[in-house]
């Protein structure tokens, strides 16, 4: 778009979980639960104009926003 844009991913574990949003390169925001039963996540970031974005983990993902 020639603009930032904002990026958000969440989901819902059933057990422990890690969520990691990555900008050229960098974790940029990280989330965790090492307990047990069930919780909602969330990661966040505000991607620059050109820049390469992904998030890796290891639940499903349940939802993905772009705002451009």
């Known amino acids: 778009t020639g603009r930032p844009i904002m990026v958000s991913a969440t989901g819902v574990?059933?057990?422990a979980y890690q969520a990691n949003m990555v900008v050229n390169g960098s974790t940029v925001n990280y989330n965790a639960f090492a307990g047990t039963g069930?919780?909602?996540w969330s990661v966040v970031a505000i991607v620059p104009a050109g820049a390469t974005y992904q998030v890796t983990l290891n639940e499903s993902l349940e939802k993905w926003w772009e705002l451009r």
Do not use: D, L
């Open 13 to 15: 574990n059933s057990t």
């Open 38 to 40: 069930s919780s909602r």
